[in-house]
């Protein structure tokens, strides 16, 4: 084959393209797929489960505290290891922003861990 062309014998014939990689093919399919994206991670977040600790912490975070794993485990009367445990995972998981990197404020609730507790109605 040849540039789109194979030859079948002595004749000659165009083998049509299927798919063209378009800028505006390449934007729909982009589109597209951050759409199903979009409506995959809610599906996620409906079914997404915390334990007691961890939503205790959200629930602290929601009271406008910026709090470091130490506060947050005195307050909860929890090992600061564990505390430390529970921030990292719900920061992986977007439901707390990690503490700023100049170290002025401490962990922060996100929206998702606001509407993790909306949705259940856990708000404080």
């Excluded at 990689?21 to 399919?29: C, D, I, Q, S």
């Excluded at 406008?64 to 505390?83: E, F, P, V």
């Excluded at 719900?90 to 861990?113: E, I, M, N, R």
Aim: aromatic content about 8%.
């Amino acid at each position: 084959m040849d540039g789109g062309i194979a030859r079948h014998g002595a004749r000659r014939c165009e083998i049509p393209r299927r798919t063209r990689n378009t800028g505006a093919g390449k934007r729909a399919a982009a589109h597209e797929n951050a759409e199903l994206k979009n409506e995959l991670a809610q599906y996620i977040e409906q079914w997404e489960t915390l334990d007691g600790d961890a939503v205790r912490t959200l629930q602290y975070l929601a009271q406008g505290a910026y709090a470091s794993a130490d506060a947050i485990a005195r307050t909860h009367n929890m090992n600061s290891q564990i505390a430390e445990m529970y921030l990292q995972f719900l920061v992986t998981h977007a439901y707390v922003h990690p503490p700023a990197p100049d170290g002025k404020a401490g962990y922060g609730l996100s929206h998702k861990g606001r509407r993790y507790l909306h949705s259940r109605g856990l708000a404080t």
